[in-house]
């Protein structure tokens, strides 16, 4: 099993912040290690209150299942194999914005989750921040 360290944390949370900038949207990003704990919480100038629990419940939710977690959403839907999910672990939230965290073998050592703007933004900035990671 992988551990994150504070640095590799830092750094992903930078290039999700970088994104971000570019795309003119406040943010939250939540870092969690590979059992869901937080790493790193990095909230921009003027990210919403409610994000902070929202990013860090969208990392917890791709730390545990090892998927993006609108992956999660789209099967815990009403007759889907892992519907009400979002109800486990303390609350799981299941749409856009929370990717595992995996090196170049491919395995999960964490995982971002973002929340301040829009799904596909949030989508668009947790994923560059996963980018940056592959170790």
Not at 76 to 101: A, D, K, R
Not at 106 to 129: E, F
Request: a neutral charge; zero cysteines; hydrophobic letters at 45%.
């Amino acid at each position: 099993m992988a551990k994150i360290g504070s640095a590799t944390a830092k750094s992903v949370a930078d290039a999700a912040t970088k994104k971000a900038a570019e795309l003119r949207v406040a943010v939250t990003i939540a870092i969690v290690d590979d059992g869901g704990h937080l790493k790193t919480l990095l909230r921009m100038d003027d990210a919403i209150l409610g994000s902070i629990d929202i990013a860090q419940k969208k990392a917890k939710a791709s730390a545990y299942f090892n998927v993006n977690s609108e992956v999660l959403g789209q099967a815990s839907q009403p007759g889907g194999p892992f519907y009400g999910v979002e109800n486990s672990n303390g609350g799981l939230i299941t749409f856009s914005g929370g990717v595992p965290l995996k090196d170049a073998a491919g395995a999960v050592w964490g995982a971002i989750g973002v929340s301040g703007g829009l799904p596909d933004q949030d989508g668009a900035i947790a994923r560059a921040g996963a980018e940056s990671s592959l170790l």
